[in-house]
């Protein structure tokens, strides 16, 4: 019977059992904790502190703002990762501009800085062209909304809506903003790849439309066949004070239409002229402002001189106005509007030290980075006076872009300059990064807590057994 009693198994005993029941007692509950941890990082704690909520709600109201917009006197190189303004709307922007050298990795190719109202908070805005401020991409007058490449975007909600198709051409691009910004001119285009003679690829327009949209009804209205050769945006089109006449030039050809289409002047002007930009209308709706570029003088570091004069808008006969400073060595100068006491404010574009004198049927634009400095400004023209109102610290600005309203305001402040290092919108995504590797080391620690706790449970069988 001893020997029978030796060969039986052993058990273990009921305070075994009772410490192994609490061994897994504890196990689940640690296992617990770190899931609700976890859950507590992931729903209440993470959003606030990276950061991240939901797509905000309209911010303010266009028309609260408008009447007190202001013109910073500089603006600096807005940070990489910077928010964006569908993630953070503002009610509007009293200027929008553009570089390419922002950022080297990447390029700031194809983002918009804008200058909001308020404290100047930048936003950054995304254009897979790669437009240029004023050119391409167009502040409207209440400084609410941005046309760019085939959309628009409203700044106060962050909305995105899309530019129609003009004619069935493939692209459509802004060129004017009426006054009340209830109409966009815009110009479908069609291109391709043409090889050059040097065995180089160029992308090349092949066809060009010029249309009028009624943004609220989105009505489209076709105005004229132009010559694709010739779409100098930024010295395309420009509205009439009270946004139903249109200019526009095909060529050497300015035309004056309504914005049904119908045909109220025509006139040549000489090589090297231009409709001066967007505030080509004179403020009494009588003259066009045309800017001609002189290949000129011995001696100029940059032999290229731009003169700015006024033709009566039936005729294009010169009217007899105040003379305005000719401006010398730059690669091109664009009239952006008029201040209050009658000066012009314009844009004006430098060249790169020993770049060749272009003029505007150079090939990727007359402003093209090759070629011109980021280090454009806005000054305000008399006939003996040139006033600063704009710069870019460093090499902060190429393109500009400044809405009507803050021009006629003929308010200045200043600027206040965007923080350096990496932007909010960044460090969002750093501190969620963060988040989730403490929660993975969360789960690991409970993961081997709970092998421990099994190797333990596993010994304390074998001892007890023994």
Not at 24 to 47: E, K
Not at 110 to 133: E, I, K, Q, T
Not at 340 to 354: F, H, L, Q, S, T
Not at 409 to 432: C, D, E, F, N, V
Request: glycine share 12%.
């Amino acid at each position: 019977m001893r020997d029978s009693a030796a060969g039986v198994p052993a058990y273990v005993s009921y305070e075994g059992l009772v410490a192994e029941a609490g061994l897994r007692r504890r196990h689940r509950a640690t296992v617990a904790a770190a899931v609700v941890l976890v859950l507590m990082l992931s729903v209440i704690v993470a959003p606030p502190l990276v950061g991240w909520q939901a797509r905000p709600a309209t911010v303010g109201t266009v028309a609260g703002v408008s009447g007190s917009l202001s013109l910073p006197d500089r603006v600096g190189t807005p940070q990489w990762g910077a928010w964006s303004v569908q993630r953070r709307p503002v009610p509007a922007a009293s200027l929008i501009f553009t570089a390419e050298n922002w950022w080297y990795e990447p390029p700031s190719l194809g983002s918009v800085a804008a200058v909001a109202v308020g404290s100047d908070p930048y936003r950054l805005l995304s254009n897979d062209w790669g437009g240029r401020a004023g050119e391409e991409v167009l502040l409207s007058a209440d400084g609410g909304t941005v046309a760019m490449a085939n959309q628009l975007v409203e700044l106060r909600t962050g909305k995105v809506r899309r530019l129609p198709s003009v004619s069935g051409t493939e692209e459509t691009f802004p060129v004017a903003w009426s006054k009340d910004g209830g109409r966009l001119a815009v110009v479908g285009f069609d291109g391709r790849y043409v090889r050059q003679p040097n065995g180089v690829e160029v992308y090349t327009e092949t066809r060009a439309v010029l249309a009028v949209w009624e943004i609220t009804t989105n009505q489209l209205t076709t105005i004229a066949d132009l010559d694709p050769r010739t779409l100098f945006y930024g010295w395309l089109a420009a509205f009439g004070p009270d946004g139903r006449i249109l200019a526009y030039q095909s060529a050497r050809t300015v035309t004056v239409t309504t914005v049904d289409g119908e045909a109220r002047s025509r006139f040549t002007v000489p090589e090297g002229t231009q409709l001066a930009g967007k505030g080509t209308w004179t403020p009494d709706g009588r003259g066009l402002t045309l800017v001609t570029q002189r290949r000129c003088c011995d001696g100029d570091p940059y032999e290229s001189r731009w003169q700015l004069r006024v033709v009566d808008a039936s005729t294009g006969a010169d009217l007899a106005t105040m003379p305005f400073a000719e401006q010398a060595g730059l690669v091109a100068l664009r009239l952006l509007g008029w201040a209050p006491d009658g000066a012009a404010v314009v844009a004006r574009y430098r060249p790169e030290p020993g770049a060749k004198v272009v003029g505007f049927g150079v090939e990727d634009g007359i402003t093209y980075g090759a070629w011109t400095k980021y280090e454009t400004d806005v000054v305000a023209l008399t006939n003996d006076d040139t006033r600063l109102l704009l710069s870019g610290t460093g090499e902060a600005m190429h393109g500009v872009d400044i809405a009507d309203d803050a021009i006629a305001s003929g308010r200045t402040h200043p600027g206040k300059l965007p923080p350096g290092g990496i932007g909010p919108q960044y460090r969002m995504y750093i501190k969620a990064f963060g988040l989730v590797i403490a929660a993975a080391l969360l789960i690991a620690g409970a993961l081997l807590t709970n092998s421990i706790l099994r190797r333990r449970r596993r010994r304390n069988r074998t001892v007890r057994a023994a």
